[in-house]
């Protein structure tokens, strides 16, 4: 089966650093994203991972473990702008099409507090 | 920048009617996606398609058809609306072309509330 999970909700100071996890089991994988997404707006791509390790991307940093179906978002110096929930989401192996589905977490809401 | 629009913010319909949502995209990319968003569910695939008279099922197409006549543009029906279909509608595209790994980007998402 597939399955994602993230924490529903989450709550940080104005300066701090967060990780948000996500868990995965699925029948394939081929890469995992980040979207950030405002209430009311759409999802935005914060990141992309394939291979095991961390990438870097000024402020936010995304880490994947292929072995132990494990990825986390870090956000480092906290502004009241990210408040905003986070999706993780997992690519499928493409099928007869030529791009790989999405599968989606529930999402991560993150509360930044002054 | 890619952009991808969506023909309606808000719509709000009686139970039995049938339903147009259109998304156009500016990218000339292949591949477009509708996707429902609901509290505690996440983002769920509707349909896909990844070309021209195209479609695939995603997870929940009970309800629903698509159409995609032209590449820029990728149309979401429900045939007898239901009040279970009030939802966010999300349309997405991607190209293996553009951005890392054929990132999906999203549209502003319609609001549809069925009566």
């Known amino acids: 089966g597939q399955n994602i999970d993230q924490p529903t909700e989450m709550t940080a100071t104005e300066g701090a650093i967060v990780q948000i996890n996500c868990t995965y089991q699925t029948s394939g994988f081929n890469g995992l994203f980040w979207y950030q997404q405002h209430a009311g707006e759409a999802p935005t791509f914060l990141s992309y991972n394939v291979l095991d390790g961390l990438e870097e991307k000024g402020r936010f940093s995304s880490f994947l473990s292929r072995s132990k179906g494990y990825s986390y978002l870090l956000l480092k110096e906290l502004q009241m702008k990210d408040s905003a929930s986070y999706l993780c989401?997992?690519?499928?192996?493409?099928?007869?099409?030529?791009?790989?589905?999405?599968?989606f977490g529930q999402g991560t809401t993150l509360q930044v507090k002054p | 920048d890619v952009k991808v629009t969506q023909s309606s913010r808000y719509l709000v319909k009686r139970t039995g009617e049938k339903v147009f949502l259109e998304c156009v995209q500016d990218m000339d990319h292949e591949n477009m996606f509708w996707y429902r968003q609901d509290p505690g569910l996440g983002l769920r695939l509707i349909y896909f398609s990844y070309d021209v008279k195209m479609k695939e099922k995603g997870d929940i197409p009970e309800g629903y058809s698509v159409s995609r006549e032209k590449k820029e543009r990728f149309s979401l029906i429900l045939e007898s609306a239901s009040t279970n279909q009030t939802s966010m509608y999300l349309c997405?595209?991607?190209?293996?072309?553009?951005?890392?790994?054929?990132?999906?980007?999203f549209g502003p998402g319609t609001r549809l509330t069925v009566l």
């Open positions: 997405a595209s991607s190209s293996r072309r553009e951005g890392p790994a054929d990132t999906q980007y």
């Open positions: 989401a997992v690519r499928e192996i493409p099928g007869s099409s030529n791009t790989g589905k999405l599968i």
